[in-house]
């Protein structure tokens, strides 16, 4: 088991964080003015490599944390192959690649990965029994001044801090895939997450060349609250037989400029992970309107999730 420490966070147990300020031009690549100088991200799936790659390109050492040991090389190979496609493409040098890997380093174990750590952002499967002892290790072991954000896509930042006991350092970073390439972090304040928290995330998020956009913690925030009822009426369309799926992809591709239609894009998310935001939703406000269609729950039912399985509207090769 691989188990790295990098040195950078030296004295930060001590430090506490600062509001900063938003004008990321004028740092030094790898620190914000709110003290973040290192960085753990827990999970190295789709969303967390892309997390550790774009913390990495940003100047930050970065622990990945993973399972297993495969599961952290698997990571680190997607890592790579993403960086070389930008140095193929001139938007990074080589050497901003080799720079770029050497600041990452892989842990088997949370507790010890956290242990001197700033921030650390947790981006595991969708599951709240697993995520709340997660938090609660991470919680456990991590210096006192550590910010804890979760990638959730729905999952209430409120309860997970809850789970911990320091609820204002608790926030929500939730990124979009492909996470090198979408602009928007949005940032979710948990009832009692603090201001200065909110600030550092904020400013964190800039260094990594993203937007911040605040929200305040709701069923599916701003961004699933606003997509997946799109989607799931994109997928009505097709079970009344109104029209085909590749016809209502290119509805929203050709008539409002979106770059993947609806259909495309939660195969593209995952049809699984598009019902149990649904569900979220339904459950959380308790609105018939954001009943699942039925054809998505048998899609699910049927294994048919999208990309990741191979077939969902489409097939994949
Ligand atoms: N890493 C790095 N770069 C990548 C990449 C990756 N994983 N995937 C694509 N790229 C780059 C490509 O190199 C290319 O760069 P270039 O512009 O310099 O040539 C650029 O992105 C565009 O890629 P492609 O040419 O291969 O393909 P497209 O033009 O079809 O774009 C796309 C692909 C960026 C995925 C585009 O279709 C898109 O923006 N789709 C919508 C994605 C979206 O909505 N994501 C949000 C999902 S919701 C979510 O994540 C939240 C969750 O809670 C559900």
């Known amino acids: ?47 967390g490599n892309g997390i550790v790659h ?27 192959k993403n960086l070389t496609r930008m140095v193929t493409k001139e938007k990074i040098s080589q050497e901003q690649m080799d720079q770029t890997l050497g600041r990452i380093h892989t842990s088997l174990s949370p507790a010890e990965a956290v242990a001197n750590t700033d921030l650390v952002i947790e981006a595991i499967p969708e599951q709240f029994e697993l995520k709340k002892s997660l938090f609660d290790v991470i919680d456990q072991h991590a210096p006192e001044h550590t910010i804890l954000a979760s990638n959730t896509s729905s999952i209430s930042i409120t309860k997970l801090a809850a789970c911990t006991r320091r609820p204002p350092k608790v926030i929500g970073m939730h990124f979009f895939n492909p996470v090198p390439v979408m602009k928007l ?22 260094q990594m060349g993203k937007v911040p956009v605040p929200a305040n913690d709701s069923p599916g925030f701003v961004s699933n609250r606003v997509l997946m009822p799109m989607i799931n009426e994109a997928i009505f369309t097709v079970y009344e037989g109104v029209a085909t799926a590749e016809d209502v992809d290119q509805v929203m591709k050709l008539g409002m400029a979106h770059p ?7 195969d593209f998310i995952g049809l699984d992970v598009c019902l149990d935001i649904l569900h979220v939703l339904y459950d959380g406000f308790r609105d018939p309107k954001y009943r699942p269609c039925p054809l998505l729950v048998k899609m699910v039912d049927a294994g048919k999730l999208g990309n990741k399985t191979g077939e969902g509207f489409y097939k994949y090769g």
């Open 1 to 47: 088991m691989e188990s790295t420490k990098h040195s950078s966070a030296e004295g930060t147990n001590e430090h506490q964080l600062n509001a900063g300020t938003t004008d990321a031009g004028t740092r030094e690549p790898g620190t914000t003015d709110a003290g973040i100088q290192s960085i753990t991200v827990i999970g190295g799936g789709t969303m």
């Open 54 to 80: 774009v913390a990495a390109m940003s100047g930050f050492p970065v622990t990945l944390v993973e399972t297993k040991q495969e599961y952290a090389d698997r990571a680190l190979l997607t890592i790579g």
């Open 185 to 206: 972090v949005e940032v979710i304040r948990g009832l009692e997450t603090d201001d200065a928290v909110t600030q550092a995330v904020t400013e964190l998020a800039m």
């Open 260 to 266: 993947m239609g609806p259909l495309r894009l939660a």
